[in-house]
């Protein structure tokens, strides 16, 4: 563990460990088809993925009235649930992971997801047993509010300088930022990489591999 530089890793989840940005484009928009509203298009659907769900949807849906929120909560759900269990990890992320945790890194997730839903993608995964902790928006307050990043460096006693934080949209790296610690980006989920590069991540890597090199050399 001493010669590790990061004791502690955090990833995100959807686009950076699950390959899942189209089906939550499609459920968002095929939740505001569900009740009315304008679709969004695709390219404002994946910017607001990694907020939380209700946040990303009203800006997703800007005609949404509050009594809605609701509702369009519940169709978003009931059309990324219809098809999640299909959802594939990025190419070579599990065995990435496995070897993290041999050399001694702690592993934790931070995500826009909700409790329920991370629970159910880490059992299906069944990646669940090398993440030692995890924060979801339901329990924290929304990215890129630093309280997710600042509670896993309290759980565990890690320092800013100790821990890095691993995502593919600018609510990490801003997230990150927040809280002092250090920010690595993925090309290969919902934000362009000219989005990710104007926050000044450690490294913009452009698929598991290259973020499995880099952590290998710099980690």
């Given amino acids: 563990m001493a010669s590790n530089r990061f004791d502690l890793i955090v990833f995100d989840w959807d686009g950076t460990i699950l390959d899942s940005t189209a089906a939550i484009v499609s459920a968002m928009q095929s939740a505001c088809r569900d009740l009315g509203l304008p679709e969004p298009a695709a390219a404002i659907a994946r910017q607001?993925?990694?907020?939380?769900?209700?946040?990303?949807?009203?800006?997703?849906?800007?005609?949404?009235t509050e009594e809605n929120v609701p509702h369009l909560v519940v169709r978003y759900r009931h059309h990324y649930l219809?098809?999640?269990?299909?959802?594939?990890?990025?190419?070579?992320?599990?065995?990435?992971?496995?070897?993290?945790?041999t050399a001694g890194h702690l592993l934790?997730?931070?995500?826009?997801?909700?409790?329920?839903?991370?629970?159910?993608?880490?059992?299906?995964?069944?990646?669940?047993?090398?993440?030692?902790?995890?924060?979801?928006?339901d329990e924290c307050f929304s990215k890129p509010h630093p309280q997710m990043l600042e509670e896993l460096l309290a759980e565990f006693g890690v320092t800013e300088a100790a821990a890095v934080m691993i995502g593919d949209t600018?609510?990490?790296?801003?997230?990150?930022?927040?809280?002092?610690?250090?920010?690595?980006?993925?090309?290969?989920?919902?934000?362009?990489?000219e989005h990710l590069q104007a926050h000044a991540p450690r490294v913009c890597a452009q698929d598991v591999a290259e973020l499995d090199g880099w952590l290998r050399v710099h980690g």
């Fill in 170 to 193: 600018s609510h990490d790296l801003l997230m990150a930022r927040n809280a002092g610690v250090d920010a690595v980006a993925v090309t290969y989920g919902a934000h362009p990489v």
């Fill in 82 to 101: 219809s098809g999640d269990r299909s959802l594939a990890l990025f190419e070579g992320v599990e065995d990435m992971l496995g070897d993290l945790r």
């Fill in 108 to 137: 934790a997730v931070a995500t826009g997801k909700g409790r329920q839903g991370l629970n159910r993608a880490l059992d299906h995964s069944g990646l669940g047993a090398l993440f030692v902790a995890s924060r979801c928006a």
């Fill in 48 to 64: 607001v993925i990694g907020l939380g769900l209700a946040d990303a949807l009203r800006i997703a849906a800007p005609d949404l």
